[in-house]
């Protein structure tokens, strides 16, 4: 993330300065979505999930979050390409988490409203405001001020600066709450499948193309975020407790079993790194 303006400029030019920035563009995308999420909790405690207001904040916040991840795959193409480093190819780019949000919120803003779609993105977007807030917007606004130097000490010594308590306040937040928010999100992701498998078992409209597409995203989460696989193994444990309780009827328990040897199967016939290693792998000799 690129430092806030210089301190010595006045407050209108360090705000300018800031306001030019392709990184405050990220952050008011974000901020927006944010103000979309939240005004359309609103119209959804109302249940006025198809007003005009709140198909416009559904919409919005899908744009929003695709500018904010197109911004980030932008940015990072961008460096690939003044470092002159070999351009990257297609399966390279779909392994960044990045590439799979912004394709993800793209999906999303042309499919039929599923509300707690938006959540994870709200998530993200809650850490993404305050780590800009804390690391450029604070001191644009309120400048770090300078520790007077202790009595005896070296003229040459490198001054001290102390930052505003907010920032110290929000760098607290980040840390004590962002593991367990990406755990929440990961859980999210899971229940939004269960969701979007159910609407298809009722053929509900684009319902099948979007459960492939949703598939193969967690599949892909699954094999890169660990807060993903904890929140599998979770599940299948309190699935598992549920159904090992006495009086369960044996076709409850023979039908999940059945689909854990499915998921399992379809996991082991999705991992790219097998096919990967394996066309790698040298041939043995005779």
Not at 35 to 51: D, E, H, K, Q
Not at 77 to 96: E, F, H, I
Not at 257 to 279: C, M, P, W
Request: hydrophobic share 45%; charged share 15%.
């Amino acid at each position: 993330m690129a430092p806030p303006p210089p301190a010595d400029l006045p407050l209108a030019q360090r705000i300018q300065k800031l306001a030019q920035t392709l990184q405050f563009a990220w952050f008011a995308g974000h901020a927006t979505l944010l103000i979309c999420v939240t005004r359309y909790a609103f119209s959804w405690l109302r249940m006025n999930y198809y007003g005009g207001m709140a198909q416009f904040c559904y919409r919005t916040t899908f744009l929003s979050a695709a500018l904010t991840y197109g911004i980030v795959v932008y940015k990072t193409w961008r460096a690939r390409q003044k470092t002159g480093a070999k351009p990257a190819n297609v399966v390279s780019y779909l392994t960044d988490e990045n590439v799979q949000y912004l394709l993800l919120a793209l999906v999303w803003l042309f499919m039929p409203q599923y509300p707690i779609a938006m959540l994870p993105f709200a998530i993200y977007s809650v850490f993404h405001v305050a780590t800009y807030t804390r690391a450029n917007l604070i001191p644009t606004l309120m400048p770090p001020t300078k520790v007077a130097p202790a009595a005896g000490a070296e003229p040459s010594a490198k001054p001290q600066y102390t930052q505003h308590p907010m920032s110290d306040a929000i760098g607290s937040f980040v840390k004590q709450y962002y593991d367990s928010s990406m755990s929440v999100v990961a859980n999210i992701e899971l229940i939004l499948w269960i969701r979007i498998l159910l609407s298809a078992i009722i053929f509900q409209r684009r319902s099948w193309i979007l459960i492939v597409i949703y598939t193969v995203f967690l599949r892909t989460r699954f094999a890169q975020s660990s807060h993903v696989q904890n929140s599998f193994s979770t599940f299948e444990a309190r699935i598992d407790n549920l159904i090992g309780a006495q009086g369960t009827p044996p076709a409850a328990r023979q039908a999940w079993e059945t689909a854990k040897g499915l998921a399992r199967q379809f996991h082991q016939a999705t991992d790219v790194n097998k096919y990967i290693s394996g066309a790698a792998a040298p041939k043995k000799t005779s």
